[in-house]
Nanobody
Framework: QVQLVESGGGLVQAGGSLRLSCTAS????????MGWYRQAPGKQRELVAT????????NYADSVKGRFTVSRDNAKNTVYLQMDSLKPEDTAVYYC????????WGQGTQVTVSS
């Protein structure tokens, strides 16, 4: 059974930083691309960042380029999202994602950025 468990969310002031973690189980982590998405109240879920199996390929939403960094540690079955220079508009529930014959999502972690 595939499970994705996020952690690291919280309340931070604008300009601050947070690091999210997502630990996977039930999959061969090292052969799966991973992604981070977010959903703000009243809005659709949107892609934030993706990372390929070895970490060599990374993709970011324009709104977070230069501020967020996605990385992974295949030995720990964990993907990270380092978020710097946070803005109030980054407030959302952040979800970890992978696809193994179908989409899998974590339970989400709340990130709140105060102005």
């Amino acid at each position: 059974q595939v499970q994705l468990v996020e952690s690291g969310g919280g309340l931070v002031q604008a300009g601050g930083s947070l690091r999210l973690s997502c630990t996977a189980s039930g999959i061969i982590f090292s052969i799966n691309d991973m992604g981070w998405y977010r959903q703000a109240p009243g809005k659709q879920r949107e892609l934030v960042a993706t990372i390929t199996t070895s970490g060599g390929g990374r993709n970011y939403a324009d709104s977070v380029k230069g501020r967020f960094t996605v990385s992974r540690d295949n030995a720990k079955n964990t993907v990270y999202l380092q978020m710097d220079s946070l803005k109030p508009e980054d407030t959302a529930v952040y979800y970890c994602h992978t696809h193994v014959r179908r989409d899998y999502w974590g339970q989400g972690t709340q990130v709140t950025v105060s102005s």
